[in-house]
């Protein structure tokens, strides 16, 4: 019976250490093009830190009970600024201010994640780039379907903007999730003169620019919030009040 409860307890502590803990590594290893991992910059002690860490540990162990395709290449580690020369390392980044988390999946880029550090937002924000998407949601340039009856949410791009393929699946996701209610446009500015003509009079100058035009909109409100599916969704509720219901 004793020994029962000694291999009962090795494998709980298995279990847990397995399930939630993030490897600990030098910040001087990462780089800003490796693929496939979620990044905590934290400090030891601080009190925001100690929750972020709390937070990412029980999201990777929602995560990985999703069974979501690609989830598994997912390598999940923290890098301490009080450990060795962490913290000399990320002053020479600008890095000052702890948590921060960076999620980098393959084709998409690296994202800074600038919500609130819970697990159930961290699991949101991280499964929607791993959802499957649909560009037949997102309608590609046609200045003609945008008309007064029915706003319009504009991404403008171009194929070689790389914050633009990040943003590409939340982009999608938003847009099946408010179909009948919102349409989503991808113009890529330098395709043709008509699409250059459009992207001049909507004054782009950088990329991605998203705008929400036509509806009941004389003028075109430019959407500034982050790059992911919630930033997308509360934007329109706030300006839609259709996309609410």
């Known amino acids: ?36 991992q979620i990044v905590l910059l934290y400090k030891g002690g601080d009190h925001n830190s100690e929750i972020a860490v709390n937070a990412v540990n029980e999201a990777e162990t929602a995560l990985k009970g999703l069974s979501l395709p690609g989830i598994d290449e997912i390598k999940f580690v923290k890098a301490d600024a009080g450990k060795g020369d962490n913290g000399p390392e990320m002053d020479k ?20 994640y600038l919500r609130e550090f819970t697990s159930p937002k961290i699991v949101e924000y991280v499964r929607v780039k791993f959802e499957n998407t649909s560009e037949e949601d997102v309608f590609p340039f046609n200045e003609e379907l945008i008309t007064d009856e029915y706003p319009t949410l504009v991404k403008f791009h171009e194929k070689w903007c790389t914050r633009c393929q990040t943003m590409k699946k939340a982009f999608e996701y938003a847009a099946s999730q ?22 001049n009079k909507h004054l782009v100058n950088g990329f ?38």
């Not at 408010?178 to 992207?199: H, I, N």
């Not at 009941?216 to 839609?240: M, P």
Request: hydrophobic residues 45%; neutral net charge.
């Open 93 to 112: 980044k600008g890095i000052s201010a702890f948590p921060m988390l960076f999620v980098s999946v393959k084709g998409q880029g690296m994202d800074r």
């Open 178 to 199: 408010t179909l009948g209610k919102v349409m989503f446009m991808e113009v890529e500015c330098s395709l043709s003169v008509d699409t250059q003509k459009f992207c």
């Open 1 to 36: 019976r004793l020994v029962k409860m000694i291999l009962r307890s090795c494998i709980v502590v298995f279990i847990f250490q397995t399930a939630c803990c993030l490897d600990e590594i030098a910040f001087k290893s990462l780089s800003p093009v490796d693929e496939n």
């Open 208 to 245: 991605p620019t998203i705008k929400l035009v036509g509806g009941a909109f004389k003028n075109s409100i430019l959407y500034t919030g982050e790059r992911s599916v919630q930033g997308i969704l509360d934007f329109l509720a706030e300006h839609v009040p259709e996309t609410r219901e």
